[in-house]
């Protein structure tokens, strides 16, 4: 069983940068695709970014491009998401995703991935 914590939301405003990360914790490896999901008030859960578990495949959301870094601190077992120019269509609770894929896949469905965090908000203001 795994289970994801994330941490490092908060409240920001439009231009600040922002990054949050998130730890698995119990029976892990590296052998996992990962991902940061998003949902906003009212709409529903969205990809923001995803890499496969090697990093060599990574993709991002058209709305993040350029804006948004998802890495992977294999040594520390963390996975983070850099945001800059944060803007106040970002506010969102935002969820760390894992699931066990050793191809170069990229899973952008959150129906594909079977390990999920709590969420953590981060809000932008204007």
């Known amino acids: 069983q795994v289970r994801l914590v994330e941490s490092g939301g908060g409240l920001v405003q439009a231009g600040d940068s922002l990054t949050v990360s998130c730890a698995p914790f119990?029976?892990?490896?590296?052998?996992?695709?990962m991902a940061w999901f998003r949902q906003a008030p009212g709409k529903e859960r969205e990809l923001v970014a995803a890499?496969?578990?090697?990093?060599?495949?990574?993709k991002y959301a058209d709305s993040v491009k350029g804006r948004f870094t998802i890495s992977r601190d294999t040594a520390a077992n963390t996975l983070r998401l850099q945001m800059n120019n944060l803007k106040p269509e970002d506010t969102a609770v935002y969820y760390c995703?894992?699931?066990?894929?050793?191809?170069?896949?990229?899973?952008?469905?959150?129906?594909?991935?079977?390990?999920w965090g709590q969420g953590t908000q981060v809000t932008v203001s204007s």
């Open positions: 119990g029976h892990w490896s590296n052998i996992y695709a």
């Open positions: 995703a894992a699931t066990l894929s050793n191809t170069r896949t990229i899973l952008t469905s959150q129906h594909e991935y079977d390990y």
């Open positions: 890499t496969s578990w090697d990093e060599r495949r990574i």
